[in-house]
């Protein structure tokens, strides 16, 4: 009796395994990162934006995994992730923090996620094209929590009372990472590569914690793109491992965010050219934001010295000049007007934004009519004597 006894106490401290702390830790890592490799590449950009197909062994692998360590259903999801995408930053967004708050989305993230799952309507009209098969509706949908319970007998089985532990640091580490970090300081905090109609930031340029979805503000921009990183000093590990999976013939890519190829020996801008405009928009706007960082520096030393405008006045003027016009309200718009009337330069380098942007807003403009209004738009730049506006200029007759 004494030895049974015995037995079960050495069981429970330290489980089938008898493994070491560090082990355990390694595990614990391992494990959760293989949940943030399921939920980016089979949740987020197989199935909601469908930017790669996945063979049926990781897919399948994926779909157990995630029933296992989240008790998450694909199509739940799927479908809320497209309304957040279809509805960004409006009341209707399941986890904005710009509607509910930083602190609501951070800290209450899964329960805003449980809140929608409920919602009949969102699952019927962005739930489509998700699993549909046997296993869905018999196992991974119909006893979602067992999936979790499951893995719970498994943590305490290979690591005894410590497997607690395991299987609570497993259970939290979606809701505070993706449902807290990237849905709350993903629209909140970070950096800005291009200016897309929502607050989506960069939150850091290194995707490995997180499997890339640190780089959210690339993934508003192209949200149908398998690729998350766009600059050279971005990484995301995601798409690392998309591209092992399709050497390995188990997946397959279909879209990527489209790259810029320019003809720097081009004289006039042509309907080539803007194709290439009008598809590369956000990175023409990206650009453009620089030159107009440049335009400001050569233009601050006159403003600082010729105006009564404070240093705090002209920093918050700078940022204003890097937002997007159309969403500048009354008072922020009466600051730069403030600003214009000591600098023509800068006026013109807005006032010019705004004509760019609306060359592929004009849906209603012929092919002939667009290319027209860019040509002219690349004549007045050129004419302007604004040194970043004239070598911005030649760069955008460039693209091909």
């Known amino acids: 009796m004494q030895s049974l006894f015995d037995t079960i106490l050495d069981f429970l401290a330290n489980g089938l395994t008898r493994a070491t702390g560090w082990q355990i830790l390694v595990f614990t890592l391992v494990a959760t990162h293989i949940t943030i490799a399921a939920v980016t590449i089979y949740l987020h950009r197989c199935q909601a934006h469908r930017a790669l197909d996945l063979h049926a062994i990781p897919s399948h692998f994926f779909r157990f995994w995630l029933w296992m360590t989240t008790g998450m259903v694909t199509k739940q999801w799927a479908a809320i992730h497209r309304k957040h995408h279809a509805k960004c930053e409006t009341e209707d967004d399941p986890h904005s923090p710009v509607t509910r708050g930083i602190k609501k989305v951070l800290l209450e993230g899964a329960e805003l996620y449980r809140a929608e799952s409920k919602n009949k309507e969102t699952m019927d009209k962005y739930g489509h094209g998700t699993p549909d098969d046997w296993i869905e509706h018999n196992l991974y949908s119909k006893y979602s929590w067992q999936g979790v319970g499951l893995c719970l007998i498994v943590d305490v089985a290979l690591f005894g009372v410590l497997g607690l532990t395991v299987w609570a640091v497993q259970m939290l580490w979606i809701p505070v990472t993706a449902a807290g970090i990237i849905n709350g300081i993903g629209h909140y905090w970070g950096y800005r590569n291009y200016e897309c109609n929502d607050a989506a930031t960069n939150i850091f340029p290194i995707g490995i914690l997180i499997g890339g979805e640190e780089l959210h503000n690339n993934h508003h921009t192209f ?3 398998a ?3 766009s600059k050279w000093y971005e990484f995301d590990i995601g798409w690392l491992y998309i591209r092992i999976l399709e050497t390995l013939g188990l997946a397959k890519v279909k879209k990527v965010a489209p790259a810029p190829k320019f003809d720097r020996q081009k004289a006039i801008a042509d309907l080539d050219t803007l194709q290439s405009v009008i598809a590369n928009r956000y990175d023409v706007m990206a650009k ?3 030159s107009l960082k440049k335009a400001w520096r050569e233009e601050l030393e006159h403003l600082s010295s010729k105006t009564k405008l404070e240093a705090d006045s002209l920093k918050k003027a700078r ?7 159309a969403k500048l309200e009354a008072p922020q718009q009466q600051q730069l007007t403030e600003l214009f009337a000591h600098s023509k330069a800068l006026q013109t380098m807005h006032e ?13 403009a012929s092919r002939e009519q667009l290319l027209q209004q860019l040509q002219d738009w690349c004549a007045r730049a050129e004419a302007s004597g604004i040194k970043a506006l004239q070598e911005f200029s030649l760069r955008l007759r460039s693209y091909a």
Do not use: D, F, N
């Not at 060359?359 to 209603?364: C, L």
């Open 288 to 290: 453009y934001a620089k």
């Open 227 to 229: 690729k998350l990183s």
């Open 319 to 325: 940022k204003l000049l890097q937002r997007e016009p």
């Open 352 to 364: 010019m934004r705004v004509e760019l942007a609306a060359i592929w807003e004009r849906s209603h």
């Open 223 to 225: 949200g149908t793109s």
